[in-house]
């Protein structure tokens, strides 16, 4: 077990997980996180896929707004599939079959707008010296944040890459999704084969620029790797109080964001961790009185917050 699985073993508190029992306890844990949103000299993000969810974007459920346009259900029918996560991860017969699911799927990212939590998020650090750290695929964090304060640890599925690699390179999704759907029409579960994506370079198949076997961990990774760290550095010795702020961080990857979070809160005094999530309560013990869980869905939270600071009335965001 690393070191850091080991704090995660040994420092969750055994809790079970319950929301607010009133609104008052609920809206004074937001109050607090605002007034330590306001005193932060510097805001470490780290988002997870809870925050995609709580705008209606969640990729392990069925989803409405994907199913209603008639492309979940066909390939549903064709695959047996339930979710965008099971479509993604199915075994196609063809490679003609494969891209033309994951076509539907960037096609129905690219288009989805940016969630209300996100616009909210953004509203409340523009003012402010932050960093977005996530592990989403989905764009929400690239559409939203400034590429400069962001690290898309996982990739983004608006990026394609060859799927050896044999180079170093990403190229953007849109040129090669746009001609597959057209080709495709409303009800095909199947691309034309001279349309299938391939790498100018080595004539391979490419593939979506997220993690997998295969991620290409380029210069354009590594450049967000290198914003990241020398964000989170100075921050910690320079700054006077400085803000982990985690959103909808689930249990799938602790290594990326919530473990180094909670090591580094705990190595640094001047370093709070808030955790804002629909599925935790329990405080990681040894951050002691350096940590804030709140319990809740993240729409609503952001919702709230965003008016006890008066930055937008009801519906502006
Ligand atoms: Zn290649």
């Not at 990729?59 to 707004?65: C, K, L, S, V």
């Not at 259900?73 to 479509?87: I, P």
């Not at 199947?190 to 004539?203: A, K, N, Q, T």
Request: aromatic content about 12%; some cysteine.
């Amino acid at each position: 077990m690393s070191r850091l699985m080991g704090l995660y073993a040994q420092h969750l508190s055994a809790e079970t997980p319950q929301a607010y029992g009133n609104e008052a306890d609920y809206d004074a844990a937001l109050a607090h996180v605002a007034e330590l949103v306001c005193e932060a000299d510097a805001i470490v993000v780290g988002i997870g896929s809870g925050m995609s969810s709580a705008c209606g974007y969640d990729h392990y459920h069925p989803i409405p707004e994907f199913d209603q346009g008639g492309s979940l259900e066909r390939f549903r029918r064709a695959h047996g599939f339930e979710n965008l996560m099971d479509g993604y991860y199915h075994l196609y017969a063809t490679n003609e079959e494969r891209w033309a699911f994951t076509t539907a799927y960037i096609d129905y990212m690219e288009s989805a707008p940016v969630g209300r939590a996100y616009r909210q998020l953004s509203a409340l650090l523009a003012e402010r010296d932050y960093f977005v750290l996530t592990t989403n695929v989905d764009g929400q964090v690239r559409r939203a944040f400034p590429d400069a304060r962001t690290w898309l640890f996982q990739g983004d599925f608006a990026f394609l890459q060859c799927s050896q690699p044999c180079c170093d390179e990403l190229w953007p999704a849109d040129r090669y999704v746009k001609p597959m759907l057209d080709a495709m029409g409303g009800e095909g579960v199947s691309v034309p084969p001279e349309l299938l994506p391939r790498c100018p370079r080595c004539g391979w198949l490419m593939a979506p620029w997220v993690r997998d076997e295969g991620f290409l961990e380029g210069e354009a990774w590594r450049a967000g790797k290198r914003r990241y760290e020398v964000f989170v550095e100075d921050a910690l010795l320079g700054s006077a109080r400085v803000l982990f702020l985690e959103l909808g961080v689930g249990g799938m990857t602790p290594s990326i964001i919530e473990l180094p979070f909670w090591d580094m809160v705990a190595r640094h005094d001047n370093a709070f961790l808030i955790r804002i999530n629909v599925g935790k309560t329990a405080e990681p013990r040894h951050l002691g009185e350096r940590s804030l869980t709140v319990c809740a869905d993240i729409a609503d939270a952001m919702g709230r917050l965003c008016t006890m600071l008066g930055m937008a009335e009801e519906g502006e965001l």
